[in-house]
């Protein structure tokens, strides 16, 4: 990339630059899922774009005490930032999850730590949040971070869970924590999974 | 798409749903600018998303009174929506801004109005928020809309610039408001279209 070491103003902003300029290449990690027109494989950057759009416009199933939606945003949009260095982790893929928390946190420290460090620790805090899925907002954005590829995988006829032999309950326990944020949300999803083996989308 | 048609739960998330699948189709919304590693077009939802990246880590230097910067996200993830059917205007080109508005609007009554009233009045508002200009968050919005393609040029040795013969005084004009936004955001992009003129990536 042309200018990368350039300096700006500060030295403060010339990191913030640098960093928002590596995050670009979120937009050429791709994920195992399709674009619900079949043409692609979605890439990381998109899928964040989407499933904020997903949080903004589902808020309303979530039980109360409702999380705060703007943080459930900030969650969902940081949380893969790590995948530019780990790359993306299939839910499905028990040997890659050995190592994902040892490689997703050696890219926290490079990725964040391009930024100075009370912003480094902003954006490694949110990421950390998710991860842990102990406060409603990060339970909240996990649950539309497990419902998206799971829509997109029925609107495509199994796309994914075809090509990776996912089975109907490996889907399910991937879901089952999602009753306890939306009962709306949870049976939404196991209908749209129980119509997925019905249709012959996924394996029952 | 397989499956559109479904009918889920209530009919108000059978829209939603409907809505969130539809929207997908941002994904293939090609943009002029080219990703910083120059491998191919960007496309405007995972540009939706990197953009809400810098609100976020560039809010610091928005002058007082500060926009509040989770409604300045939102705008952001929701105003080029309406690409969907209106498609990416490039921002140089004269002819395809004569009729914007009205294709834009048209976009917004059938991409907005998949959705109940109540949630369609929302998007359809931040959306009108957005291109209006008037508040504060949607001037923060706006000035980091056009920071972020010129950015992805300047990374790129000026491609899509010089791709479309734009010319510094162009591409100033382009970010005349963003002083009363934010003096040292401007004086930054300032400072990359000089030096871009300087290297031969912008035509002075």
Redesign the interface.
């Known amino acids: ?4 070491d ?1 300096v ?2 500060t030295p403060r ?1 010339t990191r ?2 640098a ?3 590596e ?6 990690v791709l994920r195992r899922t399709v ?3 079949g ?1 692609r494989r ?2 990381t ?2 899928h ?3 499933i ?3 949080a ?3 808020h309303e ?1 979530v039980a109360e005490p409702k999380p705060d ?2 943080h459930t ?2 969650l969902l ?2 949380h893969d930032i790590v995948e530019i260095d780990a790359g993306d982790t299939f839910a499905y893929d028990t040997q890659g999850y050995s190592d994902k928390e040892e490689r997703e946190q050696a890219a926290a420290s490079r990725i964040f730590g391009l ?1 100075e460090e009370d ?1 480094a620790a902003e954006y490694r805090k949110l990421w950390r949040e998710f991860e842990e899925m102990d406060t409603r907002e990060a339970l909240f954005a996990a649950a539309i971070d497990r419902l998206q590829p799971m ?2 995988n ?4 199994g796309y994914s869970w075809k090509e990776n032999g996912v089975r109907h309950a490996q889907a399910l326990r991937r879901i089952g924590f999602i009753d306890g944020v939306s009962p ?1 949300l949870a ?2 999803i196991q ?2 999974l129980q ?1 997925a083996v019905d ?1 012959g ?1 996924l394996e029952s």
């Open positions: 990339m042309e200018g990368k350039d700006w103003g902003l913030q630059i960093f928002l300029m995050i670009d290449r979120l937009k050429t674009l619900t027109d043409s979605e890439n950057a998109e964040s774009w989407h904020a759009m997903m903004m416009t589902l199933y939606l703007s945003i900030k949009l940081v930024l912003q829509l997109h029925y609107y495509t006829e709306v049976s939404f209908e749209l119509r249709r989308f």
